[in-house]
């Protein structure tokens, strides 16, 4: 769970015990849950409205979102280069 082990987990719920208390913590607890899931909510509803603009944008029926980062170089591409030498030349 978001890369957090037991002990973690054990020492944020010490250190909120400490700091928020043992009669407000359910409640917070239960405000954070909530808090997460509308989170969640608004994620799942942004995504849907990318999905949506890219399929009235490109007229195309797939649930792909756009791939906004296809020119990002990949593990096992090759990445172009220049030399800070080529940047000299072009100012001069």
Do not use: C, H, N
């Not at 978001?2 to 015990?17: P, Y």
């Not at 928020?20 to 509803?45: C, D, M, T, W, Y």
Request: net charge positive; no cysteine.
């Amino acid at each position: 769970m978001f890369g957090i082990g037991l002990s973690e987990l054990l020492l944020i719920f010490v250190i909120a015990l400490v700091f928020i208390g043992p009669k407000r913590l359910p409640g917070f607890a239960r405000g954070l849950g909530r808090l997460v899931g509308q989170l969640s909510e608004i994620s799942r509803q942004f995504y849907s409205a990318l999905t949506d603009a890219a399929k009235e944008q490109d007229g195309d029926a797939s649930s792909r979102p756009p791939d906004w980062f296809s020119d990002v170089a990949r593990p096992g591409s090759s990445i172009k280069t220049r030399k800070l030498s080529d940047d000299k030349d072009a100012k001069d």
